[in-house]
């Protein structure tokens, strides 16, 4: 009797890289640069595979070693349409996704109008480019002797 999985479409592309490798078990490096996913999509589908009881791995992090648990022929593989929600989704989107409109808005810092690219940016790119900014500040707190902008007084290193 064989088990049914329901796996997101690049789990599914990771765990048959897996099964196609001749020993069952690839580095995490090397199975991530064969899919071309990036770093922080990979690991949420590595995860899913692994709440799955499909993968296991073994090894530190970065030289992480991961081993197929259940060989596809026990298994009713079936694809979901439903997808992990990408890291990179949370950040700046990409040009394409708000193309076409800019609108003018208020910057937060100097409250100059500027056009603002997409909803989430609010900072004039005058303002992103000064010193107080950047973090090159001169208002640094004096016994910063490591760039952090922080004093050794305050983290008790001295």
Not at 27 to 33: A, E, F, G, S
Not at 67 to 91: C, F, N, T, W
Not at 118 to 146: H, L, Q
Request: some cysteine; overall charge positive; charged content about 25%.
């Amino acid at each position: 009797m064989t088990e049914k999985i329901m796996l997101t479409l690049n789990a599914n592309k990771i765990y048959g890289l897996l099964n196609k490798h001749s020993q069952g078990s690839m580095n995490y490096q090397t199975l991530r640069d064969l899919t071309g996913i990036e770093k922080a999509g990979f690991t949420g589908y590595l995860t899913e595979l692994r709440k799955k009881g499909l993968v296991t791995t073994t090894g530190p992090h970065c030289s992480k070693t991961i081993h197929v648990a259940m060989r596809p022929k026990d298994l009713d593989i079936e694809i979901s349409q439903k997808s992990i929600k990408r890291a990179s989704a949370y950040g700046k989107p990409r040009d394409d996704r708000y193309a076409g409109q800019e609108k003018k808005r208020g910057c937060l810092k100097c409250k100059k109008s500027f056009t603002s690219k997409w909803p989430g940016e609010r900072i004039c790119k005058v303002c992103k480019t000064s010193r107080a900014w950047t973090n090159d500040s001169p208002y640094t707190p004096s016994g910063d002797g490591d760039g952090f902008g922080v004093s050794d007084l305050v983290t008790g290193v001295i």
